[in-house]
């Protein structure tokens, strides 16, 4: 079993005062039959932590994918109207 990452502080720094390079974007699904959304980013060293961070502050969903934010391909090249939401 991998060891548990080292604590962290309130403001999500290592116990040295580092914060953890590596962005994971989180989607989750409210219920079985919810689609998954995005819900946030954590930054997580490994993707061990990055579940436990995930999991702390978004709780009670019925599923949560992580994955790491370099492995998704942002387009943009659609732009929005005024008003209409990312």
């Known amino acids: 079993m991998p060891a548990r990452p080292t604590a962290r502080t309130t403001d999500g720094r290592d116990a040295d005062g580092t914060i953890p390079a590596k962005e994971w974007v989180v989607f989750t699904r409210e219920t079985p039959t919810d689609p998954a959304v ?6 997580a060293d490994d993707e061990i932590d990055a579940r436990e961070r995930a999991a702390s502050l978004f709780p009670g969903v019925a599923a949560r994918w992580l994955c790491p934010a370099d492995a998704i391909d942002r387009d943009s090249s659609t732009p ?5 939401p990312a």
């Open 38 to 43: 995005h819900t946030g980013t954590v930054r």
């Open 80 to 84: 929005l109207e005024a008003g209409e």
